[in-house]
T-cell receptor
Framework: DAGVIQSPRHEVTEMGQEVTLRCKPISGHNSLFWYRQTMMRGLELLIYFNNNVPIDDSGMPEDRFSAKMPNASFSTLKIQPSEPRDSAVYFC????????????FGPGTRLTVL | DAKTTQPTSMDCAEGRAANLPCNHSTISGNEYVYWYRQIHSQGPQYIIH???NNETNEMASLIITEDRKSSTLILPHATLRDTAVYYCIVRVASGSARQLTFGSGTQLTVLP
């Protein structure tokens, strides 16, 4: 079975450019999470969805960040405009909605903003 | 969610058991203990979770003290591939999915 799929795996862009990260959750999972990992801040949640509906976006840094989940099999995280401090590894994870769920993480997208 | 305290780093000889401790003295009665690990350059990976009973699966064993204020993750026969950062997470049980709050974790290095 395919795990969580993320694309691209690596992205290098210049400050001010729009960046779109993509995620395909595991089929059947109905919760999706976006995390960001940096050396300074560690692994932190940005936003999560239940049944395609955003539940908690309090971790989204600012208005430059937006996330969508148009259907159960696809989500995007967009940064516009990008800044050097957005450089990080962005992980997508999915799970079933349940009390005991385990989250399955994708391989991550390493973003570098020059 | 309750906070956890883990040692920053640990070493273990290959083939020996690796015992990773975690303190969660403020844990509530409805909070579970989860363990994840992150191998370098990969996404975190679920290992095991428990409420108050000891748990075992194909990857590891989880020992939770009777007062539930601490726990130990045991990798019975550590291999070089078990070198990773191990995260202990305490999370409330709720009716809907909740995010995982990762701390700094323990860097486990398995030595040949």
């Amino acid at each position: 079975d395919a795990g969580v799929i993320q694309s691209p795996r690596h992205e290098v862009t210049e400050m001010g450019q729009e960046v779109t990260l993509r995620c395909k959750p595991i089929s059947g999972h109905n919760s999706l999470f976006w995390y960001r990992q940096t050396m300074m801040r560690g692994l932190e949640l940005l936003i999560y969805f239940n049944n395609n509906v955003p539940i908690d976006d309090s971790g989204m840094p600012e208005d430059r960040f937006s996330a969508k989940m148009p259907n159960a099999s696809f989500s995007t995280l967009k940064i516009q405009p990008s800044e050097p401090r957005d450089s990080a590894v962005y992980f997508c994870a999915s799970s079933f909605i349940s009390t005991y769920n385990e989250q399955f993480f994708g391989p991550g997208t390493r973003l570098t903003v020059l | 969610d309750a906070k956890t305290t883990q040692p920053t780093s640990m070493d273990c000889a290959e083939g020996r058991a690796a015992n990773l401790p975690c303190n969660h003295s403020t844990i509530s009665g409805n909070e579970y203990v989860y363990w994840y690990r992150q191998i370098h350059s990969q996404g975190p990976q679920y290992i095991i979770h428990g409420l108050k009973n000891n748990e075992t699966n194909e990857m590891a064993s989880l020992i939770i003290t009777e007062d539930r204020k601490s726990s130990t993750l045991i990798l019975p026969h550590a291999t070089l591939r078990d070198t990773a950062v191990y995260y202990c997470i305490v999370r409330v049980a709720s009716g809907s999915a909740r995010q995982l709050t990762f701390g700094s974790g323990t860097q486990l290095t398995v030595l040949p």
